[in-house]
C-alpha cells in the first residue's frame, strides 16, 4: 500500500477503532481494565469461521464466502479491542495494523486460495491464538487476503455491524426489550440497505448509517 491508498486506510482503521472503543465502552465502560479473554472469543468464531469455508467430506459443501467475511468481521472486533487495550490510542494502533498489512502484501500476491488451504490458514490462525493467548494480526491478514475480504470491504462491514451493534445496546438489546423485526424485515437486511444507499466517508458514514437506522426504527416500532 502507498500513497492515497495508504491514507484512506489509515484514516479507516482510525475510524474502526475508535468506533470500537465506543461500543466496548458503551457495554461496559471501565471495558479496559475488565480483562476480557478477546483470544477465546476470537478461537471460538474461528470454530464457525472454518464450517462456512466447508471441510465437512461426507456431504457436498461449497464455500459461503460471505459468512465467511462476515465471521472475519466478527473477529476484527475483538482484535480492535485487544490492540487497543495493548496500545493505549487508536493512533497507536492504527500504525501496527497498517504496518501489518504492509508487510503482507509484500510477501503475499496470491490472492484467494483453494478451501484445503483456506482451512489450513483458520487453523493455523486458531492454533496462534490458543498458543499466545492473543489476536494474531498477521495471521488475521492472511486470511483476508485468502478469502478475498479487501481493504474496503472490511471497513464498511465492519462498520454496519459495529454500528447495529451500538443501535440494538442503545434500543434496549441487553435489558430484552428491543425489537428486532420491523415491517416483517429484520435489523440487518434494513441495515444492508441503508448502507448500499450512502457514501463510504470515514468522517460521516457510521453516523449516517445510525441515523438512517433510527430513523426507521422511530417510523415503524414507536409510529413516529
Request: proline fraction near 5%; charged fraction near 25%.
Given at each position: 500500500m502507498n500513497g492515497v491508498k495508504d491514507v484512506m486506510f489509515r484514516s479507516r482503521l482510525q475510524s474502526m477503532l475508535e468506533l470500537q472503543d465506543?461500543?466496548?465502552s458503551k457495554i461496559r465502560p471501565d471495558w479496559r481494565d475488565a480483562n476480557n479473554a478477546w483470544f477465546r472469543a476470537i478461537w471460538t468464531e474461528c470454530a464457525e469461521l472454518v464450517d462456512h469455508v466447508g471441510w465437512k467430506w461426507w456431504k457436498h459443501q461449497s464455500p459461503d464466502l460471505p459468512q465467511v467475511h462476515l465471521e472475519l468481521v466478527d473477529i476484527f472486533h475483538f482484535g480492535l479491542s485487544e490492540l487497543l487495550q495493548q496500545h493505549g490510542t487508536a493512533d497507536?494502533?492504527?500504525t501496527q495494523i497498517l504496518g501489518a498489512y504492509v508487510v503482507y502484501g509484500k510477501r503475499s500476491g496470491t490472492g484467494v486460495v483453494d478451501s484445503a488451504t483456506r482451512i489450513a490458514q483458520v487453523e493455523a490462525f486458531a492454533t496462534s491464538v490458543l498458543t499466545t493467548r492473543?489476536?494474531?494480526?498477521s495471521g488475521f491478514c492472511e486470511l483476508s487476503s485468502a478469502v478475498g475480504l479487501e481493504e474496503q470491504m472490511l471497513y464498511e462491514m465492519y462498520v454496519g455491524k459495529n454500528v447495529l451493534n451500538g443501535f440494538r445496546q442503545d434500543n434496549g438489546y441487553k435489558a430484552g426489550t428491543y425489537i428486532k423485526t420491523w415491517d416483517d424485515r429484520e435489523d440487518n437486511v434494513w441495515l444492508v440497505e441503508f448502507a448500499a444507499g450512502l457514501d463510504?466517508?470515514?468522517n460521516t458514514f457510521a453516523s449516517e448509517l445510525?441515523?438512517?437506522?433510527?430513523?426507521?426504527?422511530?417510523e415503524v416500532v414507536h409510529g413516529r
Open positions: 465506543g461500543i466496548n497507536a494502533a492504527t492473543r489476536f494474531d494480526l463510504k466517508n470515514p445510525y441515523g438512517q437506522l433510527s430513523k426507521k426504527y422511530a
